[in-house]
């Protein structure tokens, strides 16, 4: 694990966001369903994405002490399993969920609010 990036994290989620939605596009203008991961190379700084489950996307930064190849071969089996975790959290029925306090949803709407200038 490195160093965490000095950068704004919502902006960088938002632009990942519509970098896998725009490749979306693009697979299927190819014909393809999807384009299930992708890669960016800079000279000094890459990161690889990878689509868990439709409704996530990871992302790993590397710099050129590691190898595409190297990230590729440890992130297979982590969105595998990721996308099994996913996939049942999100077929999950939200009635069977225990229940959760409404003081603590007002809170985190509060928080969510604030995070977001409302």
Known sequence: MGEAP???PTAFASLTA????????LAR???????G????????????LADVARRVILVVLFDNRTTLGLVKLRVKPVVG????????????DP????GVESAFLGEAEDEIDELFGS
């Open 18 to 25: 519509a970098d896998f939605s725009a490749n979306d596009q």
């Open 81 to 92: 399993q990721l996308n099994q975790v996913f996939t049942e959290m999100f077929d999950r």
């Open 37 to 48: 991961a992708l890669f960016h190379q800079g000279e000094r700084e890459s990161m690889y």
């Open 95 to 98: 009635r069977s969920a225990p």
């Open 6 to 8: 000095a950068f704004d």
């Open 29 to 35: 203008m190819l014909g393809e369903a999807e384009f």
